[in-house]
């Protein structure tokens, strides 16, 4: 017959699923310090010895890492998606900005479609708050915090599509945009008229997200990104004219 003793689960691998899941889920982020063993302990209601059995199991399968008189940290390498030589071949070549950027059109079209059609009551209520936060850092003028917020807004939106691949992957992507790899932001928030633009796009974007309007949120998602990458053409072009004109000055400066 097909049937066996049930045995209780050992606290430490209930414990080992939970944090695994927080992780899996994007709840606990690469770099994250856990609370300290006993505040831990308490919080999930186990013994200090099967929480230490837990972080061990979790240690040996590389999702969390101990620092020395520090504590214990989800593991930096789950937010790298990349090699250290893939990430310096992109940012060396121009063509990987266009590529990011056609990557995240058909990526987050489709996680704001989810948003959407899938999103939780509270998703949306992240998504609105970090969009009221842009809101009040244009009007004070504040471009890096706008900046970063605008990383914020389109993140909250893959966290609300409820796919978990997808986030791990678009939150690598973000990490290598913030570190510049693929294009600047704050280039693109240098002008205000393009800073109301960018604003008038993702105030689109979240209308359409806050009405559960899927098609509504892919077409604003696309927009807002045709809308950038036509930005960072004619940056593009501007600093391959300007160099043109540099060497024509030269030039004349010679003949005089």
Do not use: W
């Given at each position: ?146 900046s970063e917020l605008d990383a914020q807004f389109h993140m909250a939106i893959i966290e609300a599509s409820h796919n978990v691949l997808m986030l791990h992957m678009m939150r690598s992507m973000y990490d290598l945009l913030q570190q510049g790899v693929f294009y600047n932001r704050q280039m693109m928030f240098q002008q205000s008229t393009t800073r109301g633009a960018i604003l008038d796009q993702h105030r689109a974007i979240n209308a359409a997200i806050q009405e559960r309007d899927p098609k509504g949120a892919r077409n604003a ?36």
């Amino acid at each position: 017959m097909p049937f066996h003793k049930i045995q209780t689960e050992k606290l430490s691998l209930a414990v080992v699923r939970q944090i695994e899941l927080l992780i899996l889920r994007g709840i606990l982020r690469p770099g994250e310090r856990l609370p300290a063993e006993r505040e831990l302990a308490e919080r999930l209601g186990v013994s200090r010895p099967s929480l230490r059995e837990a972080i061990s199991n979790l240690q040996d399968q590389g999702l969390l890492t101990a620092k020395a008189g520090s504590g214990i940290y989800v593991a930096e390498v789950l937010g790298s998606a990349f090699s250290p030589a893939l990430v310096r071949l992109f940012s060396s070549h121009n063509e990987a900005v266009f590529d990011f950027l056609s990557f995240r059109q058909d990526l987050e079209g489709l996680a704001a479609e989810r948003a959407a059609r899938m999103g939780s009551s509270s998703d949306l209520k992240v998504v609105q708050a970090i969009f009221d936060k842009m809101e009040a850092a244009h009007a004070r003028n504040a471009t890096e915090e706008e900046s970063e917020l605008d990383a914020q807004f389109h993140m909250a939106i893959i966290e609300a599509s409820h796919n978990v691949l997808m986030l791990h992957m678009m939150r690598s992507m973000y990490d290598l945009l913030q570190q510049g790899v693929f294009y600047n932001r704050q280039m693109m928030f240098q002008q205000s008229t393009t800073r109301g633009a960018i604003l008038d796009q993702h105030r689109a974007i979240n209308a359409a997200i806050q009405e559960r309007d899927p098609k509504g949120a892919r077409n604003a998602v696309h927009q807002h990104l045709s809308f950038v990458q036509r930005c960072m053409e004619d940056h593009q072009k501007a600093l391959r004219n300007e160099e043109i004109a540099q060497q024509r000055l030269a030039h004349e400066t010679e003949q005089t």
